[in-house]
Structures are given as structure tokens and as C-alpha cells.
């Protein structure tokens, strides 16, 4: 490590190789800690202090409640019935008169069977359907995570606080 006084480094390693990194850098400036502490305390206390803010604070439950709505209605409302029509209309090579030769005689079947059969039936396609809604859900949680209001309103304010404090900020904060 060099002996600079607030120098942040990645690595563990000796003093020469940590100096051998600082040179291949080349022109790059170090991130010096207390500056980047300054950034992410003065964060800190925006976050504290917007948080007080009943506008804000209804904006987020509403943001909540939006994202749970819309990951919901995407996960058990689309996808399985997406898939519920899709994979028979590709199995019929894409000809609903096949599509609609095959299942009449399923539809019918199931008319003529006995109310055990039925209920059995309907409680496996439900299954069936809930499983298909719960894999999408988990991956559409992954893939689109909830973006905060809160963090919004606090990337805005950390802009133009970056912008009053450039000449004392590194170049990546």
C-alpha cells in the first residue's frame, strides 16, 4: 500500500504491486475517503430527512402497492394464461381448427364425468395455474426490483449536490 493518507485501495497485496496498480491506473485520481464518507453521510441525512415527509411517504406506499399490483397481475394474469393458450395452439401447429378438434373432445369428457373427476380436475389446473404464477413472480421480483421513491428523491438531491461540491468530489463518487 502507499503511504498516501486517505487512499482508498481494492487490493491486499504488497506495497510495490499496490503501487504497480496505482501506476497502471495512469491518469485517474484515487477516491480519497473522507470525501466519499461526506457524499454518502450527507445521503444519509437527506434520506432521515425526507423520510419525515408525509408526501413522500404516501407516494411510496402508493409505489409499493403499484409494483405489487403490477407483478401480481403480470405473474398470475398473463403468463398462465399466455401459456394455457400458446402451448396448445404450438402443439396444433398453429391451426385452431386442429386446436379446437383436440379439445372438444377433452371439454366433453370432462362434461360427462363424475363430480369427483371434476373437482379433481379444476383443483389440478388451478395448481397448475398457481405454480405457473409463482415461478413467474419470483423471477419478475428478480429481475424487476422496486425502485424507491425515497432513492429517487435522494439521486436527484445527491446531482445537484455533487454539482455545488464538484471541486472537492473525485471524479467517481
Known amino acids: 500500500m502507499t503511504t498516501e493518507p486517505h487512499e482508498i485501495h481494492t487490493s491486499d497485496a504488497s506495497p510495490k504491486s499496490a503501487r504497480t496498480a496505482h501506476q497502471a491506473a495512469g491518469n485517474r485520481r484515487a477516491i480519497h475517503a473522507p470525501e466519499v464518507a461526506a457524499y454518502w453521510a450527507e445521503r444519509r441525512r437527506y434520506l432521515e430527512r425526507i423520510r419525515r415527509v408525509p408526501e413522500i411517504r404516501q407516494r411510496y406506499w402508493r409505489a409499493i402497492g403499484m409494483y405489487l399490483l403490477r407483478r401480481v397481475l403480470w405473474s398470475f394474469g398473463f403468463f398462465p394464461v399466455f401459456i394455457a393458450f400458446w402451448v396448445p395452439f404450438v402443439l396444433s401447429s398453429f391451426n385452431p381448427v386442429v386446436m379446437a378438434s383436440d379439445l372438444i373432445p377433452l371439454l366433453e369428457g370432462f362434461v360427462d364425468a363424475n363430480p369427483e373427476i371434476q373437482a379433481n380436475t379444476l383443483s389440478t389446473l388451478v395448481i397448475a ?11 419478475d421480483f428478480v429481475l424487476t426490483p422496486f425502485k424507491s421513491p425515497y432513492e429517487y428523491e435522494a439521486d436527484v438531491y445527491m446531482r445537484s449536490w455533487e454539482q455545488l461540491n464538484h471541486d472537492q468530489l473525485p471524479d467517481k463518487v
Open 129 to 139: 395455474w398457481a405454480s405457473i404464477g409463482f415461478f413467474f413472480l419470483v423471477f
